[in-house]
């Protein structure tokens, strides 16, 4: 099997590693992406609990009571309240500060580590929300679960770019984003069938269920080896080359296990690689682990994901029907994800990034102008079923957009663009600024719907054609470029080589110092 290789040539073309797809590695990535299904199952599960009557009038009963106001109310306010607020970005908070704390567990222990205690953490979690009695017994819960996804979202994208090979890194590591939107569809099934539950109490069903996912990721954890990468740079030097053996089929594993070696000795010469990351000749691994997580936060995705069942009961669905209209949002979000893992390793990064960009463009600024027709600014409005269908097609085509672009990507091309010596700390970086944008995003959509109003679409879509030219101009292409090897994709930019010079020259060292 063919596989873009490892050390670079003489002439700054890559060599080949030998080496296959293994059932091992495809069955440990499969059970390592678990763990976005506990991101994906609070993303969906959150948002359709809100939108529960009994869950509103329990613990947040100012904003049920003006839920239950006529149709004449500003449907853009209503559910503007700082507590629920609160409630439903509390996780991100959390996330973004374990994973600070999950970067140094990765280095020191390993990704597998680090996945099994967020696991643990999130399991804890889950099982106080379904059991809460009061707002701050909800709180501590959201936040245990934030701590869980910030382990979890630290560790299961490098550990699926490591195990990867080249060749398909693309394809398994999108199998995380995948497993985020398996969660959000069951949690919007579930919350569809909770809800219907006599005496009020399907949304502690619908909390307590986050439990499953976190038994699956835990158990699957134990059941995960380490990869070569984090094997070696812990000292481990004969069970890596055993790992590498076997995640690549073949005992031809020399020139490969050389570049990790020597990525490994690098990484033992860096003392803090939170000050290594900030040298001139990591800027453009710096800009992306910044930009590419906040960015894909300003698309505007957790808007309709997280609030979706909100959303559509603002724009005039009733309460199941919303509900019903996030499930099909969540059909539409993983059937399209498997569109970028069936294109993202023939096609590359770039073109799913221009091209879903442009169709999220569209899609929100004819959303934003099909609200602001019926809705003004007044935001009063009786909408028709006809009328609700079209919206609901708008938002399906954003989604499908995001769902095969900047979901995945997001996360794909952080996790495979740093070296060794930077790779847990540059992670730590990109969760960081996506839980913060997201703690952000989430903290202020409900008072920006009631403030920017239909506007609001606007905004997004403005901050898409920003992303897009961004991409376009800044971003090289990583598609089949071996992940220790990644370096030379910046020294050959029109842009980044006047930052790189150097490093892409340290990778052609590596390769003739190993020859």
């Keep these: ?5 490892a050390a670079t040539g003489g002439d700054g073309a890559p060599k080949h590693y030998p080496g296959k797809m293994t059932v091992f590695v495809f069955i440990a990535c499969l059970v390592a992406s678990s763990g976005g299904l506990i991101f994906g199952y609070d993303i969906g599960i959150s948002g359709g609990v809100t939108s529960m009557d009994p869950f509103l009038s329990r613990f947040f009963p100012s904003v049920y009571a003006k839920e239950k106001e006529v149709v004449d109310t500003n449907q853009y306010c209503k559910f503007d309240s700082e507590p629920l607020t609160l409630f439903t970005s509390s996780l991100y908070l959390a996330a973004l500060i374990a994973s600070l704390f999950a970067s140094v567990i990765t280095r020191k222990l390993g990704r597998k580590m680090t996945m099994l205690g967020g696991g643990f953490i999130f399991l804890i979690g889950a099982v106080l929300n379904g059991a809460a009695v009061n707002v701050a ?3 501590i819960g959201r936040i245990l679960l934030g701590i869980g996804v910030g382990f979890s979202i630290q560790a299961v994208p490098l550990y699926l770019s490591e195990m990867a090979p080249a060749k398909m890194r693309g394809m398994l590591n999108i ?7 398996v969660g959000i569809l069951f949690a919007n099934l579930i919350n569809y069938f909770t809800d ?5 109490w399907g949304w502690r069903v619908s909390l307590g269920l986050a439990a499953i996912p976190a038994v699956i990721m835990t158990v699957g954890s134990i059941l995960l080896p380490d990869t070569p990468n984090s094997l070696l740079s812990r000292g481990k030097e004969n069970e890596a080359r055993t790992m590498l053996r076997r995640t690549r089929g073949t005992e031809d594993i020399g020139p490969e296990y050389d570049d990790l070696v020597a990525a490994s000795e690098a990484t033992k010469a860096i003392e803090n690689p939170w000050r290594t990351l900030l040298e001139r000749r990591y800027r453009p691994q710096l800009v992306m682990s910044v930009l590419i997580p906040t960015l894909q936060q300003l698309t505007g995705i957790n808007v309709v994901m997280f ?3 909100v959303l559509f009961k603002t724009i005039g669905f009733g309460g199941t029907a919303s509900l019903m209209s996030a499930v099909i949002t969540g059909l539409v979000n993983m059937f399209a994800t498997f569109v970028s893992i069936a294109t993202v390793d023939r096609f590359g990064r770039r073109v799913l990034f221009i091209q879903g960009g442009i169709q999220m463009i569209i899609a929100q600024f004819i959303l934003g102008t099909l609200i602001a027709v019926k ?20 938002i399906c085509l954003f989604v499908s957009a995001f769902a095969w672009s900047w979901g995945p990507l997001g996360w794909l091309v952080p996790s495979e663009i740093f070296p060794l010596e930077i790779r847990s700390a540059a992670q730590s970086v990109v969760v960081v600024f996506n839980m913060a944008f997201t703690f952000f995003i989430a903290q202020i959509f409900l008072m920006m719907l009631c403030r920017l109003k239909f506007g609001l679409f606007f905004f997004f879509g403005a901050m898409e ?7 376009f101009v800044f971003l090289p292409e990583t598609k089949g470029i071996p992940i220790e090897e990644m370096d030379r994709i910046w020294g ?4 980044w080589s006047r930052f790189v010079g150097a490093g892409r020259n340290r990778v052609m060292q590596m390769a003739s110092t190993n020859v």
């Design 175 to 181: 199998s995380f984003q995948l497993m985020i939107t």
């Design 375 to 394: 809705f003004g600014t007044a935001g009063v409005a009786n909408i028709s079923q006809g009328y609700a269908i079209v919206v609901v097609l708008f």
């Design 196 to 200: 219907k539950i006599a005496g009020g």
């Design 137 to 139: 017994m909800l709180i």
């Design 492 to 495: 050959e930019h029109w842009y």
């Design 1 to 5: 099997m063919e596989n873009a290789g």
């Design 465 to 471: 054609l920003i992303m897009t030219g961004f991409v």
């Design 307 to 309: 609030y979706a069942p």
